[in-house]
């Protein structure tokens, strides 16, 4: 069955310290990658996309993403995070044509 | 401008009634989705349609019954409503890419539905 891990449930940091959300999905044939971002009490918001070309690709807030074939995977990083990246994350893949299949998401805590 | 939006935000409302849920997208895009986020934030696609018809239809009970009266929007109806069916409802639409190019399918989604049963 087609299906996107998220590694870590519940990520914990100080502001300034580098991150890392780990995503690996299990689809066979051409993916869309992606990545949301739901602040607390709000709606999904898109923070970057992969459809093809360069594997490694900027979102908005100073967020990257890179595609790695060969794994299957999409992690995102962000090289210094701020308070106000307190939110829960989402991994998604699609195929043309389909809807998302979302990871369980990870819960980032920053710490001022 | 609202993109796509969602009536009501909240809804509070007793096991065994009746309600719906409307979404409305100012987007011009062809498809639009359900979708239904958990107690633990798990988000699940519920259904899909493409111009008014449906394409995907997930294991979902069929006391919910979508339908799309125009392709701008895509109201979701609730029967004898029960506990688990609490949680945020997100609407979302996307358009595909030109032929030839990238399949674009980014999704936009709508601020969501939180539905309490009580």
């Known amino acids: 069955a087609q299906s996107v891990s998220q590694h870590n449930h519940h990520v914990i940091l100080s502001e300034a310290a580098s991150l890392e959300l780990g995503c690996n999905y299990s689809?066979?044939?051409?993916?869309?990658l992606f990545w949301y971002v739901q602040y607390p009490g709000q709606h999904l918001q898109l923070l970057l996309k992969?459809?093809?070309?360069?594997?490694l690709v900027k979102g908005i807030k100073g967020f990257e993403a890179e595609f790695i074939k060969s794994k299957f995977s999409f992690n995102l990083r962000k090289p210094s995070v701020q308070w106000s990246d307190t939110a829960e994350y989402f991994c998604a893949v699609s195929q043309a044509g389909t809807a998302l299949i979302f990871g369980k998401g990870t819960t980032l805590s920053v710490s001022s | 401008d609202t993109a796509v939006s969602q009536t009501p935000k909240y809804l509070v409302t007793q096991m065994g009634n009746d309600k719906s849920i409307k979404c409305e997208q100012n987007?011009?895009?062809?498809?639009m989705y359900w979708y239904k986020q958990d107690s633990k934030k798990f988000l699940k696609i519920m259904f899909s349609y493409n111009n008014k018809e449906l394409i995907i239809n997930e294991t979902v009970p069929n006391r919910f019954s979508p339908k799309s009266p125009d392709k701008a929007h895509l109201n979701l109806h609730i029967n004898s409503l029960e506990l688990g069916d609490s949680a945020v409802y997100f609407c979302?639409?996307?358009?595909?890419?030109?032929?030839?190019?990238?399949?674009?399918?980014?999704?936009?989604f709508g601020p969501g539905t939180r539905l309490t049963v009580l």
């Open positions: 689809y066979g044939g051409t993916v869309n």
């Open positions: 992969y459809f093809s070309g360069d594997p």
């Open positions: 979302a639409s996307s358009q595909e890419g030109e032929k030839g190019g990238p399949p674009y399918n980014e999704q936009f």
């Open positions: 987007l011009g895009h062809d498809t």
